[in-house]
Each structure stands twice: as structure tokens, then as C-alpha cells.
């Protein structure tokens, strides 16, 4: 029997799944550090890292290594029972990030719930704040994961539009914006979740000192300061953590995503103050959260990403990219920005749209994802060499000539 083609599986997914993401046509069966392989064998430089969770490279053989051994041991014993992996898991995160306390659970969206559950109930139980009254902050065109109460504080339509109602307890501000924060905080505020660049919305930075002003301000009103580090984290943009750059320390930050170097879901809430601490046995939970296949796996994950220089990599690799993206400014770009290997290419919004520029560079060996209509990412795992930056520059260049 003929082996089956590229087209007909997707066929197949186009007839049985959800078509809830619409994917470039290019089905993949193989991958080994930045690169990745189609069906048909044709190798691609993969610039997404699937959302910033293979960081380490695809298939890092000590992550691997980690995973099969573990697997061979024992794989979930659920929280019922303790495991062997989760003390050291917690002693080595808390040690590398500098946190007090950890909570694991398994995606980035059920880490924004735990830490909007947690600084609620700190807000009861410590700050004094009546029943129910609880308000967290948080920032315009946000991106933190695709649960209900998630979604109900997008501010983004495709999100949000046909799934509510929302859970209330949210007020949305400008990102950016430190001001805006302190105008809008209250007695009742327990918190402001915030990513330390919009990564869904573009590549966001926001200026100078903004992470600091935002620190100060938490400090001085008891509200807990949320950073969603779940794409910014754990060396993407050139810091273990991205709060590194203005210096500050979130009272709770969130990973995910590259804690597992793409293996497996693994998310965690890092705590420095004791808001973890208010809740008690049987109040939050998940069966798969803490188990020993995802703390052995994120220990490798993090291990590696600190023995092999990926975050020293990442920082130099990043400041050649966005210094050679600027010079290959053609004028359909309207922008280039980031920091580390987090890049954005930004295009006029006359320019043919961001997904055109993605279909003809996966044509060229070279795959991206638009974000929105006119903005496309560059996020290669963090090992990238920089003759594999100038093989991707070179096609990018390329593709922007040939572009109408
Ligand atoms: C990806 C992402 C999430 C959600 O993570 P999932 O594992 O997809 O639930 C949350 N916040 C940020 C900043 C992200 O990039």
C-alpha cells in the first residue's frame, strides 16, 4: 500500500478536527535541534520553537535521555503520593529563579488560573478584602492562555466574542502604561498580571523602566505583582527570566511552555512571597500536576538550558539577528524590533499580509508564524548558531525581495 501523502493527512484533519488553528500546509515527522522535517523529507529552520516551548532545540537528547528513564521508572503517581522528583524539581526551580515557593501544574493557562485563584484568596485571607470583591489587572491585548476566565479579560475579539459570559473581577488598562496602573488600583485590587513583552500581540516591548515603575507601584499598594514569564521565561529573551532586564522580582511568576523543552506539558506558579502559602489540601489540584515524568523532564530542560550557555546564546545570537533584520529593512517593513531571539518583523499594512511572507518562507526552508495581520515572529530555539541566523537572514532577504 502507498504510503500516505502530506495532502491526505491533511485532508483527514481537515475533515475530523476542530478547525480551531489554521496551520501552514506543511506536515512535519521529524526534528533535531533548530530543524524540522516534512513527510517528504524537505528540512525547514523552525523560527517558533512551537510558541517558545523547544527553546532547548527539538529533541535535546539529555531531555530525551531524562524522559526514557523516567518513563522506563515511573510516570504519575498523582499528588495522593509523594514521588521521588518532585523535591529536587522544586529545590533546583526555586534555586535557579530565586522563588520560595512552587506550585506545578501542566499548561500555561492553568498556571494563570492557579495564580489568579491564589492572589484572590491572599487577598481574602491577608489583605483584608471583602467577600468576592477581588480585582485583578491586567493589560490590553494580553495573551495569557484560552480558559474561559482567561478569555473573558482578552481584549482581543477572536478570543473573547461567542464564549461568554466572563467571570467578573477583571479591569483591563493600557500595557505599557504605569500610570494607567496606579489610577485604576483600589483597595479591592489583589493584583496585576502582566507579561513582560506581549508575545501573541506582536512582540510588545514596553519602554524603559516601565517593569520597574510597575514594581514599585505593587509594592506600595499590597498588590501582587504577576508576571506571566511563560514565553518571556526561561532564557528567550537572553535572561533566565525577562524581569532580569529592569532588574525586579515578581511576587509570582509564571513558566511553562520551554519547563519541558517541548516534551511535555509542564507549567509552574514560582512564588517569592507567601501568597502560594494561603491555600491548604484539597483547595487547588491537578492530577497530572507535579507528577515525576514532567519534574524528571524539567529538570533536564532546565539543566540543560543553564550548562549549554542557551541563555549567553540566545542574548548574542538575538542582538546579530535584530542588527541584521534592521538592515534588511525593505519597504514593505514598517518595523523590526525584540530582544534575545524574541523578533518581530512588523509590515505596512499595505504590504501583503504577514501570512503570505510565512507561506514563502516555508517554501524556502524557513518556518515562521504571522501574528495578526501584518507582524511576523522570529523565535528560533535558543541554540542557534550564527551561520544558521545568516541562512535564515539570507532567505528572509530573499522572500522580501520577491514580495510585490
Ligand atoms: C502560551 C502562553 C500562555 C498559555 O500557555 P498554554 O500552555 O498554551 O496554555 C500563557 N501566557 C503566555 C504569555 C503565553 O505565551
Known amino acids: 500500500m502507498a504510503k500516505p501523502s502530506a495532502q491526505q493527512f491533511i485532508d483527514i484533519e481537515s475533515r475530523l478536527g476542530a478547525h480551531n488553528y489554521k496551520p501552514l500546509d506543511v506536515v512535519l515527522s ?23 516551548a523547544v527553546n532547548q532545540g527539538h529533541c535535546h537528547p539529555k531531555i530525551r535521555e531524562a524522559l526514557i528513564n523516567q518513563a522506563n521508572r515511573l510516570s504519575l503517581t498523582s499528588r495522593a503520593f509523594r514521588n521521588d522528583q518532585l523535591a529536587p524539581f522544586y529545590e533546583e526551580i526555586c534555586a535557579l529563579t530565586g522563588s520560595h515557593k512552587v506550585l506545578p501544574m501542566n499548561s500555561g493557562a492553568e498556571a494563570v488560573e492557579t495564580a489568579v485563584k491564589a492572589v484572590r484568596k491572599w487577598g481574602y485571607e491577608m489583605k483584608g478584602v471583602a467577600e468576592d470583591a477581588a ?9 495569557h492562555g484560552r480558559t474561559i476566565a482567561i478569555v473573558g479579560f482578552s481584549t482581543d475579539p477572536m478570543a473573547r466574542i461567542g464564549f461568554g459570559p466572563f467571570a467578573p473581577g477583571f479591569k483591563v488598562i493600557p500595557f505599557g502604561d504605569s500610570a494607567a496602573l496606579e489610577a485604576v488600583i483600589t ?48 532564557g528567550r529573551t537572553g535572561k533566565l527570566l525577562a524581569e ?10 509564571l513558566v511553562g511552555k520551554a519547563l519541558s523543552g517541548g516534551y511535555y506539558p509542564v507549567s509552574a506558579v514560582l512564588s517569592n512571597r507567601e501568597v502560594l502559602g494561603v491555600l491548604k489540601p484539597g483547595e487547588h489540584g491537578s492530577t497530572f500536576g507535579g507528577n515525576p515524568l514532567a519534574c524528571a523532564v524539567a529538570r533536564a530542560s532546565l539543566k540543560v538550558l543553564i550548562e549549554e550557555g542557551m541563555i549567553d546564546n540566545a542574548r548574542e545570537q538575538g542582538a546579530y539577528f ?14 523590526v524590533r525584540g530582544i534575545g531571539l524574541m523578533l518581530a518583523i512588523e509590515l505596512h ?10 507561506e514563502a518562507l516555508k517554501d524556502n ?40
Open 30 to 52: 521529524k526534528g533535531e535541534g533548530v530543524w524540522v522535517w516534512d513527510m517528504d523529507g524537505n528540512r525547514y529552520l523552525d523560527c517558533l520553537s512551537s510558541y517558545s
Open 322 to 335: 535584530l542588527s541584521e533584520l534592521e538592515k534588511l529593512k525593505t519597504n514593505q517593513v514598517k518595523q
Open 244 to 253: 532580569e532586564h529592569e532588574g525586579i522580582e515578581a511576587d509570582l511568576t
Open 365 to 404: 526552508g524557513v518556518l515562521c508564524k504571522e501574528t495578526h495581520e501584518h507582524t511576523v515572529r522570529f523565535a528560533p530555539p535558543l541554540i542557534i548558531t550564527r551561520e544558521q541566523v545568516d541562512w535564515v537572514l539570507e532567505r528572509v532577504d530573499q522572500v522580501l525581495r520577491a514580495a510585490p
Open 349 to 358: 499594512t499595505d504590504a501583503g499580509n504577514a501570512r503570505s511572507l510565512c
Open 187 to 234: 483597595p479591592n485590587t489583589v493584583a496585576f498580571l502582566v507579561e513582560p513583552i506581549q508575545g501573541e500581540a506582536g512582540v510588545i516591548i514596553p519602554p524603559d523602566g516601565y517593569l520597574r515603575r510597575v514594581r514599585e507601584i505593587c509594592t506600595k499598594n499590597d498588590v501582587m505583582l504577576i508576571l506571566d514569564e511563560i514565553q518571556t521565561g526561561l
Open 135 to 143: 480585582e485583578v489587572i491586567v493589560c490590553e491585548n494580553n495573551f
